[in-house]
């Protein structure tokens, strides 16, 4: 654990000052790739992250999202009906699994520094639809999208095709993870149609 101020990496410097105070508690510094990824989907543009693994790629990706997030839920607090506001898109379900569970330390690290704040508690919901969602699953996404949807290209596409879609009408991050194992196969041109289904 560090003790660094919040002013000790200047590329959080954009982000609300609970998820300045989480990262700068949990981490010494930001890692290269991410101020940069950060500088980069800061200014609202397109942003592909090409770095080993352990250099912090997809925090760099979801810590902009779930700081934008928070921010969102705290000017208007979520109605029913709402839609999902972040996508997550991995080639792999084991992955999307091993995303939504160490999502959880941010999140939760976020919300308990806004609390310490004095800042109103915010829970973010995250939710995986993949061939394996069951039926009864995918009717509760329906009727209450979560925040934060994981999801594989194929269950992305069968959302667009359906009445599901209509979940999806709020998103405004989309994070692709691993884009090499499908960019020039048939998967990653089946991808590139539901992404422009999706916009």
Known sequence: MSTSTPDATPSLAAFEPATRAWFTST???ATPVQAAAWAAIGAGDHTLVIAPTG???TLAAFLHAID???????QQPRMPGDGTGVLYISPIKALGADVHRNLQVPLEGVNAQR???GDPALALSVAIRSGDTTSAERARLLRRPPD?????PESLFLMLTSKARDSLRDVHTVIIDEIHAVAGSKRGSHLALSLERLD
């Open 55 to 57: 250099s912090g790629k």
């Open 68 to 74: 934008r997030l928070f921010r969102l839920r705290a």
């Open 115 to 117: 609390e310490q704040r």
């Open 27 to 29: 981490f010494d510094a």
């Open 148 to 152: 934060i949807l994981i999801t594989t």
